[in-house]
């Protein structure tokens, strides 16, 4: 209840904020360095009163990471809450270059194996960073289309008392290199 309650509030302030908005869904990848990587999707609502930039709010979900290398999958389940600004460059023109940053929540779960089986374990919820370049592509004045590439900054923990045979919490890195493809209605 807690992490909706989170992500409820961001998008109130957010949509109280703007004068004009913009909401849009997507598809994402996520290339994690000791995860693996993770097909995902998404949301995003931005204020966009004025084309140069904008600050918006992005909601994603990945699970099922699979180590590239080895094949093996994980049962990995990461929410990020995404909160920044996106700076465009050519906000005029038809095709808009623009980059972007800020602060991430990370809300995560998996199952591990155990001697006894497997487990769910509610990991701790971790804060990052992510930065990303992408361009829009103007389809009509209210939607475009949109790639960009992104970098996540995240570390996970698996606490001790959720491994039977650990004598101290397990910790994970997750950054690396994605992207996400989608759609922006603007209104």
Not at 111 to 116: A, H, I, N, R
Not at 142 to 154: A, D, I, K, P, S
């Amino acid at each position: 209840m807690k992490r909706l309650s989170l992500v409820i509030v961001a998008m109130s302030i957010l949509a109280n904020s703007a004068l004009a908005a913009g909401i849009g869904a997507f598809g994402s990848y996520w290339d994690s360095e000791d995860a693996g990587e993770s097909y995902g999707y998404g949301v995003r609502l931005a204020s966009t009163s004025d084309p140069a930039g904008f600050l918006e709010v992005r909601a994603s979900r990945f699970n099922q990471f699979e180590d590239k290398d080895t094949g093996k999958e994980s049962e990995l389940d990461i929410i990020p809450i995404d909160i920044g600004i996106t700076l465009n460059m050519s906000p005029e023109d038809s095709l808009q270059f623009y980059i972007g940053g800020g602060g991430s929540y990370y809300m995560m779960e998996t199952e591990v194996d155990t001697p006894t089986g497997s487990k769910d374990v509610d990991l701790d919820d971790e804060w990052g960073w992510y930065g990303l370049i992408g361009l829009n592509i103007k389809l009509s004045d209210n939607l475009m289309l949109f790639g960009e590439g992104c970098y996540r900054q995240v570390e996970g923990t698996i606490p001790e008392d959720d491994l039977e045979e650990a004598n101290s919490d397990v910790t994970f890195k997750l950054d690396g290199f994605g992207g996400s493809a989608g759609l922006m209605l603007m209104f």
